[in-house]
């Protein structure tokens, strides 16, 4: 079972401050497939702000739980899941309109980094560069 929770739930679209408000979740079952992830931080962004107001691209369904970055630690497993551990950390992974990334300042470390992390997990790279002259 999963540890109870509380969350920032809008079951509406609308202005933030009159649409979420605080609700503490139960306990659920951890099914085979299932990762509980305790989350240790997530930032709010605008974007966070615009699917709650229902004007971003891609809206989720409600009642819905808002955010999409952050680190979480990963608390229990469903008994099918394989290269995962309680203890190990990890982002989330929306869902997403295809395999495909785009980056700027690509010629940076980082920026060949994630080419080679892209490349690795099968996921098609755009890479943006400036030119110098």
């Given at each position: 079972m999963s540890p109870p929770s509380t969350d920032v739930v809008n079951e509406q679209q609308g202005p933030p401050d009159s649409v979420t408000r605080l609700v503490e979740?139960?306990?659920?079952?951890?099914?085979?497939n299932d990762v509980c992830v305790k989350m240790l931080a997530a930032p709010i962004n605008p974007s966070d702000?615009?699917?709650?107001?229902?004007?971003?691209?891609?809206?989720?369904?409600?009642?819905?739980?808002?955010?999409?970055e952050g680190v979480g630690e990963v608390h229990s497993l469903g008994?099918?899941?394989r290269g995962l551990s309680p203890g190990d950390w990890v982002i989330p992974c929306p869902p997403s309109f295809g395999d495909s990334i785009v980056?700027?300042?690509a010629t940076s470390m980082l920026g060949q980094c994630i080419i080679q992390i892209a490349r690795a997990q099968g996921i098609r790279?755009?890479?943006?560069?400036?030119?110098?002259?």
């Open positions: 979740l139960p306990p659920v079952e951890i099914k085979e702000f615009n699917k709650i107001e229902g004007v971003y691209p891609v809206r989720p369904q409600v009642p819905a739980v808002g955010g999409y008994s099918a899941v980056q700027n300042g790279s755009i890479n943006i560069i400036r030119d110098r002259w």
